[in-house]
């Protein structure tokens, strides 16, 4: 049964979260709207895949928004009860730190199921959409990888040189120059039309012309040769493999990734595990971070908050990266950074902590009275 005391403090983290999460929703939606609206427009996502993209970027990423979220939740609502002393009269009641880790406990177990629902099944289902989509459009040839008419592009380490002059109504290029210097014969290439594609998955990547001429070789030598050609298709370096491999991670089911023994697949799964675990992490050090006594200044924790929260989501990084290059050993995982978070925050704010300020009045009042009696 919940008593008044849960009702309240669970009645106000859940209202400040509820703001937070919809700023946060709508911050990311437009972000992702703005980029989704540049890439219609440089032709490298069509018109008609550009809302069902936006909503699949929202379902992948909703999931990493709710532990910030609930962590700021509850130093924005502890903090306006500091302030108004409602925490030193909860204390005077006998109300500890127990009691408010289980009012936010009654917040943060559901969350953690919603976002263990939205990290381990629904992100690598929106994440396999946005993959399909980015496939028909390579299919349909009409993307142009960032291109942009009346601009310069280096490709292969600057030995391919490309520009085009504007779009067509087909949102391909028109008018296009393309210098080629990786072989011992240089290749100029002039076209009225090009486009470019990705095939097997973005693993070969082409830049295709039609109705144009080429010029092979330095002019004046004896092996300078000029022709015309319909269509020409120039083959571009192949992206790394290590970034296939992690976007095809990211689009396999939690059910797939478990049954594998590869430590990749393993980083996978622990990363969507993390955002759940975090809101039980972020919850634990929530209240030693808050400030109780209104009298006390805020500046230190202040500072201790913002340096938490940044070493947090830093330190997950680290952590898989150590235990996707083996760094790390199998039975630590990558993991660990949240308990070690939560033990240096208790470890730093330890000799203020309500157990030891509870012992210290306990030794105060035993001294004095052992002092009375011995006189």
Known sequence: MLTVIDRYVLLEVAKVFTAIIVTLFLITASLFFLRSLEEVNIGALGLDFALRYLNYQL????????PPAFFLAALVALGRMARDSELIALQACGVGPVRMYRALLYLALPL????????????????AKIQMIRKQQGEQATQIAGLQPGRFYEQADGNITFY??????????????LYDRRDDRPRLVLADIGYYRETNEGRERYIVLEHGRRYD????????????FDRYQLQLDAPAPGAQARSKRSTRKTADLLGSEDRGDWVEIQHRMASPLAIFALALIAIPLTTVSPRQTGTGRLMLVLVTYFAFYNLQRLAENWFELGISPDWLGSLWYQPLVVVLVFTILAPKS?????GRELGWVYKKFDARSWK
Request: proline letters at 4%.
């Open 164 to 177: 085009a002059t504007r779009f067509d109504d087909g949102k391909r290029l028109e008018e296009i120059v």
């Open 59 to 66: 379902q992948r990423d909703s999931g990493y928004l709710m």
């Open 354 to 358: 309500f157990w030891i300020e509870r």
């Open 217 to 228: 070789g330095v002019p004046g030598r004896a092996d300078f040769s000029i022709g015309e």
């Open 112 to 127: 953690a199921l919603l976002t263990a629902w939205l990290a381990l099944v629904l992100q690598p289902e929106a994440s």
